[in-house]
């Protein structure tokens, strides 16, 4: 098995290289999506993020993620309370999906804060996708985030530079998406398969 960690900026596309790498055929973990799975009304998390920040993050029973979101990125010390209790719990959601894939399997891990959170050294593989500042503003905008929240974001996360320092490969994302889509096709058929293959 190979474990791949993908990570990238907010905005960078590391969500559509994932989809690529599905379609592919390997298997894709979303550590954004096990983050929300976690912290699920009725598990450890959910009480323990409740315990960590009180009931103003509650809308209708349920942790409302724009309003922890809106306290997090004010607040780095207590963002990194919310990591602290959220990060372990995604690790093993993530194993426990790995102990059961088959062994020849390319597992994709989509980690955007890999090297905030030092997880390169527990992959076999490292992923980034790359655009520039202004490439990733401008998609982030279309999203419907608004500007001084991307700011906020981009501030919590590393730069890129950072990121390519840990990664085997960069795939830069400033193209078409068919550009992309080779590029990515092309690594799988190159480097991934035949790796998990242990060629």
């Not at 969500?15 to 976690?38: F, H, K, N």
């Not at 990591?83 to 989509?110: C, G, Y």
């Amino acid at each position: 098995m190979l474990k791949v960690a993908l990570t990238g900026g907010i905005g960078s596309g590391k969500s559509a290289v994932a989809e690529m790498l599905e379609e592919c055929g390997a298997i894709v973990l979303d550590s954004d999506q096990l983050a929300r799975d976690v912290i699920e009304r009725g598990t450890p998390g959910f009480e323990a993020v409740l315990a960590a920040f009180g009931d103003a993050i509650l809308t209708d029973g349920e942790i409302d993620r724009a309003k922890l979101a809106s306290i997090v990125f004010q607040d780095e010390a207590k963002r990194k309370e919310l990591e602290s209790i959220i990060h372990p719990l995604v690790r093993d959601a993530a194993e426990s999906v790995m102990r059961k894939a088959p062994l020849d399997s390319v597992v994709i891990n989509q980690i955007p804060l890999l090297v905030e959170t030092n997880g390169a050294k527990r992959f076999d593989y490292v992923i980034t996708v790359s655009a520039s500042e202004q490439t990733r503003r401008s998609r982030l905008l279309e999203r419907g985030l608004k500007d001084y929240e991307i700011t906020k974001r981009m501030q919590a996360q590393v730069d890129d530079a950072a990121r390519e320092a840990i990664s085997h490969t960069v795939l830069k994302n400033e193209g078409s998406i068919e550009e992309l889509q080779r590029t990515v096709e092309e690594l799988w058929r190159s480097t991934l398969k035949p790796m998990a293959q242990g060629l």
